[in-house]
């Protein structure tokens, strides 16, 4: 089985909800039309970092967002893993991720467990403690956010449930690229699953962005890499060489839990 996947890598609009929003209606009706079965949004894509402007514009429970996805969804015939936005709830601020299926329902739901210290994400944000797996066109998969990607316990905690693609949202600095790209590398060969991560690019008043969402196989292989493009990068991913990939190196299998503290 392959899935096609549509890396939706754009310039976030600085606290612009409005603009963003119709960017990501944009690229989702492009995706469909070039035959996605998923497209994947970088992180706080709703208003970017403009975390002392929260709460004015933080998604009030997250409804503008699932509202629009349903919508999204339903229309174009697509699974959604959304990025993540900013999100109001209960006087508490998350980086909140959804991910919607073709029916425009909400199958997965993950708060960033990792807050982000460099970019003040622990005074504004809350941190969530849930994992977030889900099958997304019938593909058991699971999602983090950005910073979460230096943890390679919390990921191999999630992806030990079986997963076959692991998503990455991120607002991953220029800066620290190199990084990004071993450690996605390293995601990938360790839990031998599939990684689509999502960069943005542009610029906020702290940082550079210079993409470089990447594509990966369970053998570590860039299948696609969006370089510093405004727009969608395609990789399809073909499932078939999980079994190949599990069956030679059974790390799954030889996992010593009982030693690991
Ligand atoms: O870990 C990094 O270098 C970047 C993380 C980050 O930008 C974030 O979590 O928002």
């Known amino acids: 089985m392959k899935i096609k996947v549509a890396l939706a890598q754009f310039n976030i609009q600085f606290a612009d909800p409005d603009k963003n929003q119709q960017r990501v209606a944009e690229l989702t009706s492009i995706a469909a039309k070039a035959g996605a079965d998923v497209i994947v949004f970088p992180e706080m894509w ?3 970092y403009a975390l002392n402007q929260l ?3 933080a998604d009030d429970g997250g409804r503008t967002t699932t509202k629009l996805f349903y ?6 015939q697509i699974s959604i893993v959304g990025g993540s936005v900013a999100v109001k709830e209960g006087g508490h601020f998350y980086n909140r991720t959804l991910i919607v299926d073709p029916l425009g329902q909400v199958v997965g739901k993950y708060d960033k467990v990792h807050l982000f210290r ?5 005074r504004y944000l809350t941190a969530g403690n849930q994992e977030n797996y889900f099958r997304s066109v019938g593909v058991p998969s699971a999602s983090f956010i950005c910073y979460d990607l230096r943890f390679p316990e ?11 693609v692991l998503y990455f949202p991120a607002e991953w600095p220029a800066v620290r690229i190199p990084q990004w790209t071993t450690m996605l590398k390293a995601r990938a060969i360790e839990n031998q699953a599939f990684v689509v991560a999502v960069n943005r690019v542009g610029d906020d008043p702290d940082n550079h962005y210079n993409g470089h969402s990447l594509a990966i196989d369970p053998l570590g292989n860039v299948i696609a890499d969006a370089g510093e493009n405004d727009g969608i990068t395609y990789a399809e991913l073909d499932l078939t ?3 190949t990939v599990r069956g030679a190196i059974p790390v799954f299998v030889d996992r010593r839990p009982d ?3």
Do not use: F
């Open 46 to 48: 709703n208003i970017g």
């Open 241 to 243: 060489q999980l079994a």
């Open 118 to 122: 460099l970019m003040n994400e622990h």
């Open 259 to 261: 030693l690991y503290k």
């Open 55 to 57: 709460d004015r514009l």
């Open 71 to 76: 919508r999204l969804a339903r229309q174009y």
């Open 154 to 164: 919390w990921i191999r905690t999630v992806a030990r449930h079986g997963s076959a």
